[in-house]
């Protein structure tokens, strides 16, 4: 597994990538990753209306620092846990999960949570790799891909199950999005 940043604040492009993303997000509450830096994440969501949070931490001594630290004032539940645990089809939910690991370790994930998410991962293992595990763990097939350069450089696939925006970038290492709205 990824070793864990201290801070995603100065990630300029994972910045201008979720920003995309999150321009076409209308949910009333969000079920995800919230990485490091708790209070921007929760802040940045809740700028788009969202005041209500489920978030997942795997590791309890790094879950515990979060909660001290935040500041929010939404209704906030925290599971100590994987997101695997998270239910996967509630309804006006956006699922957040920002991996930042490989496809490689995480089919199960991406086979469980079917809409209105936003799927982040690292491509260190290859961009075809990555693109064709992502499909196969989902089961679907790729029938049109089309490139848009505007407003950010953004890939639409369209599968046998609807559209997909994906994303590359780079800010610290090669990292990629699937988002699914």
């Known amino acids: 597994m990824t070793k864990i940043k201290k801070t995603y604040v100065n990630s300029h492009n994972k910045k201008l990538v979720r ?3 999150l321009q076409k997000i209308t949910f009333e509450k969000v079920i995800g990753l919230p990485g490091p830096d708790i209070n921007v994440y929760l802040e940045r969501f809740e700028k788009k209306g969202v005041k209500d949070f489920e978030i997942y931490e795997i590791d309890s001594k790094l879950a515990l620092v979060q909660l001290a630290k935040v500041k929010s004032k939404s209704k906030l539940s925290l599971k100590i846990g994987d ?5 996967p089809d509630e309804k006006n939910v956006f699922y957040d999960l920002d991996f930042c690991d ?3 370790y995480l089919q199960e994930h991406i086979s469980k949570f079917k809409n209105n998410f936003m799927m ?3 491509y260190r293992i ?3 790799y990555t693109i064709d595990t992502f499909f196969k763990a989902r ?3 790729i029938i049109k891909k089309k490139e848009l350069a505007k407003p950010i450089k953004h890939t639409i696939f369209t599968t046998n199950n609807g559209d997909y925006i ?3 970038y780079f800010d610290t290492s090669a990292m990629c999005c699937f988002a699914k709205i």
Do not use: D, R
Not at 83 to 87: C, E, G, H, K, T
């Open 102 to 104: 490989s496809v490689k």
């Open 83 to 87: 997101i695997i645990n998270a239910s």
């Open 19 to 21: 920003e995309f993303i």
């Open 139 to 141: 089961n679907e097939k």
């Open 126 to 128: 290859g961009l075809k």
């Open 120 to 122: 982040t991962f690292s």
């Open 166 to 168: 994906f994303i590359k």
